[in-house]
């Protein structure tokens, strides 16, 4: 049994305090907001975030950050990507050499470029970082619905120590070394989906879905190997799995938000209708400067940003990512 805290009391953390704790280990939840931590311990359920599932009464709620490190060997970091920074600085000032630090967020910074476990190194450069990704929607996981996942560190012991803690019967966790594919694809697909959530707000079908999908994949990919991560990366849980469940699933924050922007609401007003953080929208531009700085071209995410801050007609960019230039899908083709 591990002493595990979970940093961010959302509803990935709530649905992962739970999991944790069905696998023995003694957890306890850490969240900024008094009202939060105060609604845990009275309810034992997370009544905004993610209803219905029920937490143990075991499970240790607490606003005191320093508590909720000291002494433990695993700190699952659960706050939205835009919380990353400041939290991962205020850990700096109480995690222990050699804490592991497991990011379950999906994000780039906007203005650094840096991935999240990149952030988290540079603020709290004593721990040891990992990351948990994959198709793992909160709502599931919380109820116990089979899910497989992955886990991603620069040394395998760490790798299969988190393996061991995470997985259990209705939670496959496998391991890999690349940390940037795997932070890449989570951060990325959330903006694909945000464009096939556009697509499904405009009325269209499934080719529509299937073509955002396979054509996102490979813009992701693209992006992802320029930048040095693995291509294999991307054709599994962390690539198109996870690409695959944001885009076509009910509890995709980030189609929902699509699905409104597409209905002709703007971006501000889809994210205040969702009420949680849309991370697509705060990866989007990220993308693109990625992007340029790479010398990569990413037409659909690049549309998803024209139409998120340049105000530009959902309809317009679908029709302008359809008459772009021909072009060959396999580029080694051999022609007779």
Not at 73 to 93: C, D, F, H, Q
Not at 193 to 218: F, M, P, S, V, W
Not at 220 to 235: H, N, Q, V
Not at 286 to 294: F, T
């Amino acid at each position: 049994m591990a002493r595990v805290s979970i940093i961010g009391a959302g509803s990935w953390g709530t649905a992962l305090a739970k999991l944790l704790h069905k696998n023995g280990h003694h957890v306890t939840v850490w969240s900024i907001i008094p009202a939060e931590i105060q609604m845990l311990q009275e309810k034992h359920e997370h009544i905004d975030k993610l209803p219905g599932v029920k937490l143990p009464e075991d499970i240790e709620f607490t606003t005191d950050l320093k508590s909720a490190v000291c002494g433990r060997e695993v700190l699952v970091l659960a706050v939205p990507s835009p919380y990353t920074r400041n939290t991962a600085r205020m850990l700096g000032e109480v995690v222990e050499e050699g804490q592991i630090i497991v990011n379950v967020a999906k994000g780039v910074e906007e203005n650094t470029l840096m991935t999240l476990s990149e952030i988290i190194v540079e603020e709290v450069p004593q721990a040891v970082v990992a990351v948990l990704s994959g198709p793992s929607h909160a709502e599931e996981v919380g109820k116990g619905i089979p899910t497989t996942i992955v886990v991603g560190a620069r040394k395998r012991s760490v790798a299969e120590k988190l393996q061991n803690m995470f997985m259990n019967d209705v939670f496959r966790v496998y391991t890999s070394s690349d940390v940037l594919g795997i932070e890449l694809g989570g951060a990325l697909k959330n903006v694909v989906a945000l464009a096939a959530g556009i697509a499904d707000g405009l009325g269209y079908g499934d080719n529509t879905k299937a073509a955002l999908i396979t054509r996102g994949i490979a813009e992701i990919s693209r992006l992802g190997t320029a930048m040095g991560a693995r291509a294999e990366t991307f054709s599994g849980l962390t690539g198109i799995g996870d690409l695959i469940v944001t885009c076509a699933s009910v509890h995709s924050r980030n189609r929902r938000a699509g699905i409104l922007i597409g209905q002709g609401k703007t971006m501000e007003e889809a994210m205040e209708e969702v009420k949680m953080v849309v991370e697509g929208v705060y990866s989007a531009k990220a993308a693109m400067g990625l992007a340029k700085k790479y010398d990569v071209q990413l037409p659909i995410i690049d549309q998803v940003n024209r139409v998120l801050f340049e105000n530009k007609p959902a309809g317009e960019a679908v029709k302008d990512l359809m008459l772009r230039d021909k072009r060959i899908e396999v580029s080694d083709a051999m022609w007779e």
